[in-house]
T-cell receptor, first 111, second 114 residues
Framework: GEDVEQSLFLSVREGDSSVINCTYTDSSSTYLYWYKQEPGAGLQLLTYIFSNMDMKQDQRLTVLLNKKDKHLSLRIADTQTGDSAIYFCAEYTGTASKLTFGTGTRLQVTL | SQTIHQWPATLVQPVGSPLSLECTVEGTSNPNLYWYRQAAGRGLQLLFYSVGIGQISSEVPQNLSASRPQDRQFILSSKKLLLSDSGFYLC?????????????FGPGTRLLVL
């Protein structure tokens, strides 16, 4: 099977920017998502980007999409301690009504 | 607005005992429904998905099963639990829209098999 790949861990200082990277598998993916999971909780949808876009900004969040390299990133500006969580990227290819999730990146925000 | 519920929130079961986890969705009709498992410190594994009542697709062979007796109810079951069934079980739903599959997740059930 093919995997959506993410780095396992990222540590940043409060106030700095965080960049979480994801490499997805299917060049025909139509939608790409970022989810946030806080400890002991379900997944919360943060944002998504359609494949015909290369950037989307939503307050402190910026999503960049490089279709040629199948690379997706999530930038969090002015990272806060409340941003500490696991972040999952996911791709939807329009087949079989399924999302394929990445392995998750644990973001640790230090003071 | 739509909400998704999972019950119970936490469960401790002995090896070999049966399992029934419930997921219900409110505020929408005819959703696609999904069961995921998340082992400790790991990513999401899709277990089952359903596009309608009585329609279940299994992603991985295991001793778990799923059923959808009603449009907005999705149940995960096992006749005999294994230690390896421990994990965090997440239910999700999505509205059927062309080309988009935004999934919304429930709060999860933490299962510990001893």
């Amino acid at each position: 099977g093919e995997d959506v790949e993410q780095s396992l861990f990222l540590s940043v200082r409060e106030g700095d920017s965080s960049v979480i990277n994801c490499t997805y598998t299917d060049s025909s993916s139509t939608y790409l998502y970022w989810y946030k999971q806080e400890p002991g909780a379900g997944l919360q949808l943060l944002t998504y980007i359609f494949s015909n876009m290369d950037m989307k900004q939503d307050q402190r969040l910026t999503v960049l999409l490089n279709k040629k390299d199948k690379h997706l990133s999530l930038r969090i500006a002015d990272t806060q301690t409340g941003d500490s969580a696991i972040y999952f990227c996911a791709e939807y290819t329009g087949t079989a009504s399924k999302l394929t999730f990445g392995t998750g990146t644990r973001l640790q925000v230090t003071l | 607005s739509q909400t998704i519920h999972q019950w119970p929130a936490t469960l401790v079961q002995p090896v070999g005992s049966p399992l029934s986890l419930e997921c219900t969705v409110e505020g929408t009709s005819n959703p696609n429904l999904y069961w995921y498992r998340q082992a400790a410190g790991r990513g999401l594994q899709l277990l089952f998905y359903s596009v309608g009542i009585g329609q279940i697709s299994s992603e991985v062979p295991q001793n778990l099963s799923a059923s959808r007796p009603q449009d907005r109810q999705f149940i995960l079951s096992s006749k005999k639990l294994l230690l390896s069934d421990s994990g965090f079980y997440l239910c999700a739903w999505t509205a059927r829209q062309a080309f988009q599959e935004t999934q919304y997740f429930g709060p999860g059930t933490r299962l510990l098999v001893l």
